[in-house]
């Protein structure tokens, strides 16, 4: 008797045999799932591996902690650039395009590229790197063995990114990999063409995070180092700058307020809570120090120094900064004979940080600059006057309720400054020469391949424009204009000493002097400001181009960069291509390209003279450009930002 299954039952064995293969599908999904959560520990832990050891730092808790209590000021500061200065090496984290590119840097190739989540270089071994940097063995550059080191921190999320490798040989010290990512770009450069440096300088671009990047790019840091067998054995409480790096180490906090009696105790009676610190609550010089932990010039005091490098920070958000740090300052009329004598013994290390009449250059030094400010010294202004890591836009971190002059009519609030601005400016209340901070607080500081406004502020003067060649305000401004004429304005309006000026002074603007002949911060910082938009209101745009160009071959590359990101903003200049990083001919091709290109679309021009150096038919005086280029300062310049 053969059996032979009814229609229902044909759909039934059917169904199971789909189910069956449903079941098997997802089992194998999920055993795919398991695998892949499996694999992403692993990376996590050998990742963990190679960095600092993270979290478990005395008396330190971590942001994580703050989160529960604090979420909205939690999630403003993870919004912020200074929470991501330093991160872990993760997908999450790495902007750069580790695509299998190559790149040079000082003639040794450098290979990025990815395996799977993780990311590698293939490189000249960094320790034999260091140890021939440091006067070690001689080795030519061939003779410098190769190997595949895992990346493992990155630092910056802003304008670009670099990257640390682990020493082959040690576990947790962090050894530069010398490239940048260029983020707006999306391209890769050598470590020395990111910063100001002298053209072709001879030791590569080595160094290590536990030593002194720890400081200000961790929270809570500590360099580990065992005096007995000088090795490291590094810990931080948290990468990056967090929550505790500004109000202090959370650990008492956080078990005296688990308590929810204490915290509303607190709360209702407004009392302050003593285990924790608010900036925004301490005194105008408290809360700058809180800043100026890292914002400043200063070296650690001898006492602190050794203590810090094997028990980590020392200072907490508070307490006075000047105990454990010796902060460095230009010495002016009156300065104690001490700081005549550190600008005697190392004019190499304030040349690095200031310009010659002692304002700062080297961006990242806000406090010393501050300090030494009237605002600061005769008033109570602070960081926190302008400044917030909560209540702002990440890109500054300005208040949101204060922008332009509001910084300053905060405290000057008398109507010359306020409703009758032009009596103090003279210039329309609505322009950006009637904007507090661009003559009291100008663009006057380098970093990040950009010029940014000076914290030390001061009245515009042509004192040191005539005597150092220091850029002033008005001049950045009217680029088309002469020292002479700043002077003369200076002296109206306001009484200004006058200087005593050369004749090109009196008869060149000053900013093609700049340009042309200055030495590399000058040009740098003259030919951002070729870009800036009320420079351009002022002065026009259509006669720049053909100086601007002549930087396109300048020595040093930062200048080239960012003459090149300027010269873009000016008409018919949009698209134009340039490489800044080019073979010396095709530089050289770059500024022949822009003269034409600027003679094409320009054959009407706003400016002409002897001042701009454009003749009556706005044809360029090239004998005089040439003659100012061949007084060129070719000073070495190095900006420590």
């Known amino acids: 008797?053969?059996?032979?299954?009814?229609?229902?039952?044909?759909?039934?064995?059917?169904?199971?045999?789909?189910?069956?293969?449903?079941?098997?599908?997802?089992?194998?999904?999920?055993?795919?799932?398991?695998?892949?959560?499996?694999?992403?520990?692993?990376?996590?832990?050998?990742?963990?591996?190679?960095?600092?050891?993270?979290?478990?730092?005395?008396?330190?808790?971590?942001?994580?902690?703050?989160?529960?209590?604090?979420?909205?000021?939690?999630?403003?500061?993870?919004?912020?650039?200074?929470?991501?200065?330093?991160?872990?090496?993760?997908?999450?984290?790495?902007?750069?395009?580790?695509d299998g590119s190559s790149v040079q840097s000082h003639n040794l190739s450098y290979r990025v590229y990815r395996k799977d989540n993780e990311f590698w270089a293939d490189m000249p071994d960094p320790d034999v790197m260091m140890y021939v940097m440091q006067g070690g063995k001689k080795l030519a550059l061939g003779q410098i063995p190769r190997v595949e080191q895992r990346v493992v921190m990155a630092t910056g999320s802003h304008h670009y990114q670099t990257y640390w490798v682990t020493s082959p040989r040690y576990d947790r010290v962090m050894q530069t990999l010398p490239l940048v990512y260029l983020i707006e770009d999306k391209r890769w450069i050598p470590r020395e063409a990111a910063f100001m440096?002298?053209?072709?300088?001879?030791?590569?671009?080595?160094?290590?995070?536990?030593?002194?990047?720890?400081?200000?790019?961790?929270?809570?840091?500590?360099?580990?180092?065992?005096?007995?067998?000088?090795?490291?054995?590094?810990?931080?409480?948290?990468?990056?700058?967090?929550?505790?790096?500004?109000?202090?180490?959370?650990?008492?906090?956080?078990?005296?307020?688990?308590?929810?009696?204490?915290?509303?105790?607190?709360?209702?009676?407004?009392?302050?809570?003593?285990?924790?610190?608010?900036?925004?609550?301490?005194?105008?010089?408290?809360?700058?120090?809180?800043?100026?932990?890292?914002?400043?010039?200063?070296?650690?005091?001898?006492?602190?120094?050794?203590?810090?490098?094997?028990e980590g920070e020392l200072?907490?958000?508070?307490?006075?900064?000047?105990?454990?740090?010796?902060?460095?300052?230009?010495?002016?009329?009156?300065?104690?004979?001490?700081?005549?004598?550190?600008?005697?013994?190392?004019?190499?290390?304030?040349?690095?940080?200031?310009?010659?009449?002692?304002?700062?250059?080297?961006?990242?030094?806000?406090?010393?600059?501050?300090?030494?400010?009237?605002?600061?010294?005769?008033?109570?202004?602070?960081?926190?006057?302008?400044?917030?890591?909560?209540?702002?836009?990440?890109?500054?971190?300005?208040k949101m309720d204060i922008t332009g002059s509001a910084s300053c009519t905060q405290c000057h609030g008398e109507s010359k400054y306020t409703t009758r601005v032009e009596q103090h400016t003279f210039h329309a209340a609505d322009s950006a020469g009637s904007d507090c901070l661009n003559c009291h607080m100008p663009h006057t500081t380098y970093a990040l391949f950009r010029a940014i406004r000076t914290h030390q502020i001061t009245s515009p003067t042509t004192a040191g424009s005539a005597k150092f060649g220091v850029p002033n305000a008005c001049n950045l401004c009217h680029l088309d204009k002469t020292l002479a004429w700043t002077q003369q304005h200076l002296s109206d309006h306001y009484g200004a000493k006058s200087q005593s000026l050369t004749e090109e002074q009196q008869s060149t603007a000053a900013s093609l002097l700049w340009l042309l002949k200055g030495h590399a911060a000058q040009r740098a910082i003259t030919a951002w400001h070729v870009g800036w938009q009320p420079a351009q209101r002022a002065s026009g745009t259509n006669w720049l181009?053909?100086?601007?160009?002549?930087?396109?071959?300048?020595?040093?590359?930062?200048?080239?960069?960012?003459?090149?990101?300027?010269?873009?903003?000016?008409?018919?200049?949009?698209?134009?291509?340039?490489?800044?990083?080019?073979?010396?001919?095709?530089?050289?091709?770059?500024?022949?390209?822009?003269?034409?290109?600027?003679?094409t679309h320009n054959t009407v021009t706003n400016r002409t003279g002897g001042e701009v150096l454009l003749d009556a038919k706005g044809r360029v005086m090239e004998e005089r450009v040439h003659q100012l280029i061949s007084e060129r300062d070719d000073r070495t310049v190095i900006i420590m930002e």
């Open 1 to 98: 008797m053969s059996f032979e299954p009814t229609q229902s039952k044909k759909w039934g064995v059917l169904i199971s045999i789909v189910c069956l293969a449903l079941l098997a599908g997802f089992g194998a999904v999920k055993w795919w799932s398991i695998q892949r959560s499996f694999k992403a520990m692993d990376d996590s832990v050998r990742l963990a591996r190679k960095l600092p050891h993270l979290g478990n730092q005395k008396e330190y808790v971590s942001s994580d902690r703050c989160q529960a209590c604090h979420p909205s000021q939690y999630d403003s500061w993870h919004r912020t650039f200074h929470r991501t200065m330093t991160q872990t090496a993760t997908p999450e984290n790495v902007v750069g395009d580790f």
């Open 197 to 310: 440096r002298p053209p072709h300088e001879g030791s590569g671009f080595i160094t290590q995070w536990n030593h002194h990047c720890i400081r200000c790019h961790s929270t809570g840091g500590n360099p580990g180092l065992d005096p007995k067998t000088g090795m490291l054995d590094t810990r931080v409480a948290e990468l990056g700058i967090a929550c505790e790096s500004c109000h202090g180490a959370g650990e008492d906090h956080v078990e005296r307020n688990s308590n929810p009696l204490r915290r509303y105790s607190l709360h209702l009676t407004g009392q302050s809570d003593p285990t924790v610190v608010n900036p925004a609550k301490l005194d105008h010089r408290a809360s700058s120090q809180v800043c100026g932990q890292c914002h400043g010039v200063f070296v650690m005091r001898d006492e602190f120094a050794m203590k810090f490098a094997s």
């Open 315 to 398: 200072y907490r958000a508070g307490e006075d900064l000047n105990k454990t740090r010796y902060f460095i300052h230009y010495p002016k009329e009156g300065s104690p004979p001490q700081q005549w004598e550190e600008l005697r013994r190392n004019p190499q290390f304030f040349a690095e940080r200031w310009w010659e009449d002692g304002t700062i250059l080297a961006g990242g030094r806000e406090y010393t600059a501050l300090a030494v400010s009237g605002c600061y010294t005769r008033g109570k202004i602070s960081c926190l006057s302008c400044h917030s890591m909560h209540q702002s836009n990440p890109a500054g971190q300005l």
């Open 545 to 599: 181009a053909p100086f601007q160009a002549r930087l396109l071959t300048d020595p040093y590359g930062v200048v080239r960069y960012v003459a090149a990101r300027s010269l873009r903003t000016l008409p018919g200049f949009g698209d134009f291509q340039y490489d800044f990083l080019g073979s010396e001919s095709d530089l050289k091709q770059g500024v022949r390209k822009a003269v034409v290109q600027w003679q």
